[in-house]
């Protein structure tokens, strides 16, 4: 199975940048997308920027311009960089990947896999 490992999030000030990176382990899967989400207490989970296997990105409108993922194949590790950052921004950040699975050379379904979060917190 997959094994996302995140890291890089801590505190900043408002306008300053972190970058969020995350692993992922394990053999015999591919994905099909990959990304990162976010949560802020009292809110819901948020889609906030993710690529597609092929290199599509895709970016929530709050974070265009702001924000950039990438990713490096040959570690498996996807990135976020994350630059003027708000104090809307701070939030749990959650990676995921989404695994097809297939039966018979057919696909079945994907599965989603979850990092274990890293809290980013923008304040002054």
């Known amino acids: 199975q997959v094994q996302l490992v995140e890291s890089g999030g801590g505190l900043v000030q408002p306008g300053g940048s972190l970058r969020l990176s995350c692993a992922a382990s394990g053999s015999g899967f591919s994905f099909n997308a990959m990304g990162w989400y976010r949560q802020a207490p009292g809110k819901e989970r948020e889609l906030v920027a993710s690529v597609i296997n092929g290199g599509s990105t895709n970016y929530a409108d709050s974070v265009k311009d702001r924000f950039t993922i990438s990713g490096d194949s040959a570690k498996n590790t996807v990135y976020l960089q994350m630059n003027s950052l708000k104090p809307e921004d701070t939030a749990v950040y959650y990676c995921?990947?989404?695994?097809?699975?297939?039966?018979?050379?057919?696909?079945?379904?994907?599965?989603?896999?979850w990092g274990q979060g890293t809290q980013v917190t923008v304040s002054s």
């Open positions: 995921y990947a989404d695994v097809p699975t297939y039966y018979s050379g057919t696909y079945y379904r994907s599965y989603d896999y």
